[in-house]
């Protein structure tokens, strides 16, 4: 299994970005997907969760109403539409895919497959 996040750089506050994980050797309708991020010298926390099919999503608290997680599973692909960006929003983005039966969708230890991340900046 492979996820491979990118769509990552540098960007004004204010600006939007959108990230993108593509999974190969696994079968993305089977499983929830996530974004995680972690900025330097913090711990790996939830951005959102989108469910197998696409039809719920959930977001952290501080991203609500600025990014938006999607998905094609034709395509294999995760997608993180982000805008609005803050300088808070810097860190390094990580994609992952839910383990079965797993339903704490916002714990990093709930996800047995990751990306390798994605740097995303945002400069004041």
């Known amino acids: 299994v492979q996820l491979q996040a990118s769509g990552g750089g540098l960007v004004q506050a204010g600006g939007s970005l959108r990230l993108s994980c593509a999974a190969s050797?696994?079968?993305?309708?089977?499983?929830?997907m996530a974004w995680f991020r972690q900025a330097a010298g913090k711990e790996r926390e939830f951005v959102s969760c989108?469910?197998?099919?696409?039809?719920?999503?959930y977001y952290a608290t501080s991203v609500t109403g600025r990014f938006t997680n999607s998905r094609d599973n034709v395509r294999k692909t995760l997608y993180l539409q982000m805008n609005s960006l803050k300088p808070e929003d810097t860190a390094v983005y990580y994609c992952?895919?839910?383990?079965?039966?797993?339903?704490?969708?916002?714990?990093?230890?709930?996800?047995?497959?990751w990306g390798q991340g994605t740097q995303v900046t945002v400069s004041s």
């Open positions: 992952a895919a839910l383990k079965p039966a797993s339903g704490s969708y916002d714990d990093p230890s709930a996800y047995e497959h």
């Open positions: 050797g696994l079968d993305v309708r089977d499983t929830a």
């Open positions: 989108i469910s197998r099919m696409g039809k719920s999503t």
